[in-house]
């Protein structure tokens, strides 16, 4: 059965450093999603993406964050100079191109990224 | 604005035995989708099930069925003849037609004994 699939499982960094957070999502998918989940919080809505393009994005994501599907299959959210509050569980979604009238396409997640930013 | 309150952190339950997992969410909108996720330990955060607002009959997935009040804004996942493989952490979400943005819950962490 396909699935998303996150590099790394687990990533460390200082304070100030550039991280980039690779995706894999599904092949035949074409909305990309970036969530986060910082420890005991809600997992929270950053970025959707569709035709190569931002669709939407919450507050959170401001100009430290971007997105990029560089080469047809990876989808990257790079996070520019991290902070500590940026630890956080960082999960990737794909799914089908919603279908008009409300129809509903799964979301597929993948099994998430731990950043850990000191 | 749109949030979704888990109230319960954590529940445990005796295998075999019924649970509900509540969730309340808050909308000025009608139109709506209301989903269920399930994430076991160091695993992918699945669809267990999904509810379109202007549906009135709560669905129904094998052992999971929901509990849609809408005046209310209320939605509980209720889990029957539990089972070990259920112990994982559920997220209630929430989404607008377009799909663009999704809304979650804290999560309630599911404790199966046998």
């Known amino acids: 059965e396909p699935e998303v699939t996150q590099t790394p499982s687990h990533q460390v960094t200082q304070m100030g450093q550039e991280v980039i957070l690779r995706c894999v999502p599904i092949?035949?998918?074409?909305?990309f999603y970036w969530y986060r989940q910082i420890l005991g919080q809600k997992v929270e809505f950053l970025v959707s993406f569709y035709n190569n393009e931002i669709s939407e994005k919450s507050e959170i994501f401001d100009d430290q964050f971007s997105v990029e599907r560089p080469d047809g299959s990876n989808f990257t959210l790079k996070i520019r100079s991290t902070k500590l509050e940026d630890s956080a569980m960082y999960f990737c979604?794909?799914?089908?191109?919603?279908?008009?009238?409300?129809?509903?396409?799964?979301?597929?997640f993948g099994p998430g990224t731990r950043l850990t930013v000191l | 604005a749109q949030t979704v309150t888990q109230s319960q952190p954590e529940m445990s339950v005796q295998e075999a035995e019924t649970v509900t997992l509540s969730c309340t969410y808050d909308?000025?909108?009608?139109?709506?989708?209301l989903f269920w996720y399930k994430q076991p330990p160091s695993r992918q955060m699945i669809l267990v099930i999904r509810?379109?607002?202007?549906?009135?009959q709560n669905a129904t997935e094998n052992r999971f069925s929901v509990n849609f009040q809408k005046a209310a804004k209320s939605f509980s996942l209720k889990i029957s003849d539990s089972q070990l493989g259920d112990a994982a952490m559920y997220f209630c979400?929430?989404?607008?037609?377009?799909?663009?943005?999704?809304?979650f819950g804290s999560g309630t962490k599911l404790n199966v004994k046998p």
């Open positions: 979400a929430y989404s607008l037609y377009n799909f663009n943005k999704f809304y």
């Open positions: 509810q379109e607002a202007y549906k009135q």
């Open positions: 092949s035949n998918h074409l909305y």
């Open positions: 979604a794909s799914s089908e191109v919603p279908l008009a009238g409300g129809s509903y396409n799964e979301q597929f």
């Open positions: 909308t000025s909108e009608s139109d709506y989708y």
